[in-house]
Nanobody, 123 residues
């Protein structure tokens, strides 16, 4: 059974960094566009950014542009989210997801979702 598993979340101070990983198993995701999402308490899930199947192009929400970087290693079936200059408003559960196209992901729609990892940024 195909699944995505996030790791790397935790508690960090304002201005700190974290790197999240999303390990895929059960099938290869090399042909999928991958995305990172987050959901803060009481808020809707939002797309943080996406990356194309070959890693050639990534795009980001305005709120994280310049601070977050998405990358992928298809040989390892893993996608990463490097988060720098973290702010308290980045506190949320972070999810990775896979879909055939970016247009699906930006609508918060995906074929596969991970279970999420908590990121807490203290002020």
């Amino acid at each position: 059974q195909a699944q995505l598993l996030e790791s790397g979340g935790g508690l960090v101070q304002t201005g700190g960094s974290l790197r999240l990983s999303c390990a895929a198993s059960g099938r290869t995701f090399s042909s999928y566009t991958m995305g990172w999402f987050r959901q803060a308490a009481g808020k809707e899930r939002e797309c943080v950014g996406t990356i194309t199947w070959n890693g050639g192009s990534a795009d980001y929400a305005d709120s994280v542009k310049g601070r977050f970087t998405i990358s992928r290693d298809n040989a390892k079936n893993t996608v990463y989210l490097q988060m720098n200059s973290l702010k308290p408003e980045d506190t949320a559960v972070y999810y990775c997801a896979a879909a055939p196209s970016r247009s699906r992901l930006v609508r918060v729609s995906a074929d596969y979702w991970g279970q999420g990892t908590q990121v807490t940024v203290s002020s």
